[in-house]
């Protein structure tokens, strides 16, 4: 389903300044790379240490991650599937806007529905969405899960528990896929940042 919601009464004002001149300025296009996977993949891990690559090479970038989100932004969200629905499209509205100002945002969510995370790439235009599937086997997530989240689940005491108690939908046709199980940090970086590349979301800065 892709529905769009619209509040009542309201005109999209155009903005003066358009996407291709704030690209221009900063040197780049703007674009989302969306991190996918189970609790302890390496979403977070990953987006950050993309973007301190990027940032590097004179990209504008920013990471919407998905605890920090939840301080602010999402605090009112649980975890039901409904409330993951709707903190998904938030974030996505978000990392669109980011986009448009010509920043690479990259986002470190779960969002374990495969409807949501193509609900988000129908929103831009096509090239604009890059999906990073973290593929790592749920031992292994268990197994770096330094704040014992899936032990708490496990035992009953957290519910709707993406992998345990809760579903998560693989990726039909991601982008890339990140074996982080068994590929080192630093040769997953450079897996997405040959991506990027080749995308053409390049920085004139350097």
Avoid at 27 to 55: C, D, M, P, Q, R
Avoid at 143 to 152: A, H, I, L, N, Q
């Amino acid at each position: 389903m892709n529905t769009k919601l619209i509040s009542p009464n309201v005109v999209w004002q155009m903005a003066g300044v358009n996407r291709e001149s704030r690209e221009k300025q900063n040197g780049h296009s703007g674009a989302i790379i969306w991190f996918t996977g189970l609790s302890g993949s390496g979403k977070s891990t990953l987006a950050y240490a993309v973007e301190i690559e990027l940032h590097t090479k004179g990209y504008r970038t920013f990471v919407l991650d998905g605890d920090n989100v939840r301080h602010g932004l999402c605090g009112d969200l649980g975890f039901s599937s409904s409330d993951r629905v709707e903190n998904i499209r938030r974030i996505g509205e978000v990392a669109k806007l980011f986009m448009e100002a010509g920043i690479v945002v990259l986002t470190s969510f779960i969002s374990p529905f495969q409807a949501d995370r193509e609900r988000v790439r129908q929103m831009v235009k096509k090239g604009d969405f890059v999906e990073v599937y973290c593929d790592s086997p749920i031992e292994v997530c268990e197994r770096r899960d330094v704040k014992g989240m899936y032990k708490k689940a496990r035992d009953g005491f957290i519910s709707d528990f993406t992998g345990i108690s809760s579903p998560y939908e693989k990726p039909l046709n991601p982008e890339i896929i990140i074996d982080t199980a068994n590929q080192t940090q630093l040769t997953c970086v450079q897996t997405i940042l040959d991506e990027i590349e080749k995308r053409n979301i390049r920085s004139s800065v350097n």
